[in-house]
């Protein structure tokens, strides 16, 4: 395993940016660079995060050869663009969910990665939160028998203001890529293999964007689930997973720390803890430093992260739900 010390470098400077600056300073480490489409607030993020170097345009990010991976934090439907930049350039990328549009754009991704042997992965905080690492060794040694049916919920109330990204068709707003998409991958993660049979409902925003949808999903090994999302009503971030010996229920599942286990014969419930809710960005970090040292970026899930998209896809393209300029 290579000990050199990766330079990290951030492309946007939103929320996740900042948090990714302090999860790498919990590490003992500063952010090597940063380029935003607005230079001032980049020169301004460089000076809370002490940032060695802010570049007056976006493209020097990807060409700078003492970059090693760049995290892109920027909205959904720039990330296509960035990505084959980057590398093309040979920079490792760790992107933002949802990683891109479609399975278009991710399959040719994944092939240029390769091409380059380059690790490419989703931000998706579920991948390496404690607690799935521990629930997910649990099943696979029998503990709560077979997963059999799924159920997810995620609904945030959002105000129609039609301009910002929640339902801008502009900036490939709607539920599915915004917040279905850790929905679905907490599906994919604890069924055997990936949803073949899919049925879903929805209603669109006044933009056209996909405001609510019901789907339900089935796997070749009988494994179901059912995700409810909304952009317009609140909702509980709530997983139930039914097992043959019971299930298991967890809350504020994009970063959660805690799950309980219900056992079916006794009723009994165990509590458990892995982790710290606020130290996702820190153990997602970790994670991708050893995917690009090691050489082995498995941990990092890639394969869940296109099996997700695949269903996105396909689910968008039975709604007839294509975003201005996109290409399936």
Partial sequence: MSEKNL?????????????????LHKQGKNL??????????????????????????????????????????TPHNTH???????????????????????????????ALAAEKNLVLAEAMTIWHMPLYKNLWRKISNGDFGKVQILTLNFGSF??????????????????????????????????LEKPTEILSQWQPSPTGSDETATI???????????????????????????????????SEYPRAEKAIFVDAETGNVTEIFAGE??????????????????GDASNMKLNFSKDVMDIMTALRKNWGLQYPDEVW
Avoid at 7 to 19: K, M, P, Q, T
Avoid at 32 to 44: E, G, L, P, Q, S
Avoid at 51 to 70: H, L, N, P, Q, R
Avoid at 280 to 288: G, I, K
Wanted: proline residues 1%; aromatic residues 10%; contains cysteine.
């Fill in 158 to 191: 959002k105000e129609y203001d039609m301009s910002n990204r929640f339902f801008n068709m502009n900036l490939a707003g709607g539920a599915l890529l915004d917040i279905g998409v850790y929905a679905l991958s907490i599906v994919r993660s604890f069924m």
């Fill in 80 to 110: 296509y663009q960035f990505m084959k930049r980057a590398l093309e350039n040979g920079k490792h990328l760790l992107v933002e969910k949802s990683i891109t549009l479609n399975s278009r754009e991710l399959d040719e991704m994944i």
């Fill in 7 to 23: 330079n990290w470098a951030v492309l946007g400077v939103g929320v996740i940016a900042n948090e990714m600056a302090k999860a």
């Fill in 277 to 294: 809710s606020t130290d996702a960005l820190f153990y997602e970090l970790n994670d991708m430093e050893q995917a690009i040292k090691s």
């Fill in 32 to 73: 090597y660079a940063v380029a935003n489409r607005t230079h001032a607030k980049a020169v301004a993020f460089a000076e809370k995060y002490s940032v060695a170097k802010v570049y007056d345009t976006i493209d020097e990010i990807f060409t700078d050869e003492a970059v090693d991976v760049i995290y892109i934090t």
């Fill in 216 to 250: 339900l999903l089935k796997n070749s090994c009988g494994q179901m689930a059912t995700v409810a999302l909304s952009m317009h009503s609140k909702q509980p971030k709530r997983a139930v997973i039914s097992c043959e010996k019971g299930y298991v229920e967890i």
